[in-house]
């Protein structure tokens, strides 16, 4: 078992991992404030992919390039947004 971390927040929750181990998820940044989607691998640790503007993103499956494939809200939060992340 290996604890992957936090963005900052008090919940991570992993989505999908890549054959090379690539784990992608979504956690909450500090003061559990936002949502935010995260990529985390052995030598890199958990890096926070960001948003579109909004306060919400996830990341729901990897490949094997490391492509994140997810959400994001935009600002204001109304719309959602399918989003890619090249890593």
């Known amino acids: ?26 956690g909450t940044t500090g003061g559990d404030a936002e949502y ?3 990529s985390w691998t ?3 640790g958990m890096v ?3 948003t579109l503007g909004g306060t ?3 990341a729901s499956a990897v490949n094997p390039s490391g492509q994140v494939v997810g959400a994001s809200r935009l600002p204001g ?3 959602s947004h399918a989003t890619l992340w090249r890593m």
């Open 48 to 50: 926070d992919l960001g």
């Open 42 to 44: 052995r030598v890199g």
């Open 1 to 26: 078992m290996v604890d992957l971390g936090t963005l900052g927040g008090t919940a991570t929750s992993a989505a999908a991992v890549s054959p090379s181990g690539q784990v992608v998820g979504v």
């Open 77 to 79: 939060d109304a719309e």
């Open 56 to 58: 919400i993103t996830i």
């Open 36 to 38: 935010h989607a995260f």
